[in-house]
C-alpha cells in the first residue's frame, strides 16, 4: 500500500467519513424505493466499490446489474466518445432505475447512461454518484443522489483511479500532478 500512498497528495475523504455518507444514502434510497425493488446499475469499473457498500445499506429487496462503458484509457479528462463496451443484462421495461457511478465531471458519461438506459422505458430513472465535480460539467445534469461535492482536482481510491491504479485504495485522495503530468 506504501507504494500507492506515496502517489497521494492529500486525503480528502478517509474510510470513516466514506463509509457515514454511504450509509447515509443507503437509507434516503431506502425510503424513496420503498415496494418499489429497483435495479442499481453500476458503471464499470469505478463505482464497484461504492456499489458494493451502497448495496449493504439498503434495506429493501433490490437488483443489480452492470454496464461498461469506454474509458479515459491513460488521459484525465473525457473525450466526449463513448461507446457501450458491455451492456446490462435484466429488462428495464417497467422497472425503477438508480443508475450507480463513482464520479461525474464534465457529465457526459452519466448523460450518456441516463439517455441510454431512458430508452428502454423503464418507470424511472434517477442517478446517484459519490463524488460530483460541478464546476466542470458540460451538459444540463440533474443528479439525484450526491455522496460528497469536490473542485476540479484528480481523485483517486475507493474505486477510482488512474491508468487502472489505485482502485483498492480504501479512502479518496487527490493525486500528486507529477504522477499525470
Ligand atoms: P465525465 O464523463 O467527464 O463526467 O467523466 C466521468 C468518468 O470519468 C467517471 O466515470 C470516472 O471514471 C472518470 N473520472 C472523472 N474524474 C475523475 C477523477 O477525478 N478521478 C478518476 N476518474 C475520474
Ligand atoms: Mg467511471
Not at 105 to 122: E, K, M, R
Not at 162 to 172: H, M, Q, T, V
Amino acid at each position: 500500500m506504501d507504494t500507492l500512498n506515496r502517489d497521494i497528495f492529500r486525503v480528502l475523504f478517509d474510510e470513516r467519513c466514506i463509509e457515514k455518507r454511504v450509509r447515509e444514502l443507503g437509507a434516503i434510497l431506502s425510503k424513496d424505493y420503498y415496494q418499489k425493488n429497483p435495479i442499481l446499475v453500476c458503471i464499470l469499473r469505478g463505482a464497484v466499490v461504492f456499489l458494493s457498500d451502497l448495496m449493504k445499506s439498503m434495506t429493501l429487496p433490490l437488483e443489480i446489474d452492470f454496464l461498461s462503458l469506454s474509458s479515459y484509457g491513460r488521459s484525465t479528462k473525457t473525450t466526449g466518445m463513448i461507446k457501450v463496451r458491455k451492456d446490462i443484462d435484466l429488462i428495464m421495461k417497467d422497472r425503477h432505475v438508480i443508475i450507480v457511478e463513482d464520479i461525474v465531471d464534465s457529465g457526459l458519461t452519466l448523460q450518456f447512461v441516463y439517455d441510454y438506459l431512458t430508452n428502454l422505458t423503464p418507470k424511472s430513472v434517477s442517478t446517484c454518484v459519490l463524488l460530483n465535480k460541478p464546476s466542470q460539467y458540460k451538459v444540463d445534469l440533474k443528479v439525484d443522489y450526491i455522496g460528497f461535492e469536490i473542485g476540479d482536482e484528480f481523485v483517486v481510491g475507493y474505486g477510482l483511479d488512474y491508468a487502472e491504479k489505485y482502485r483498492n485504495l480504501p479512502y479518496i485522495g487527490v493525486l500528486k500532478e507529477d504522477v499525470y503530468k
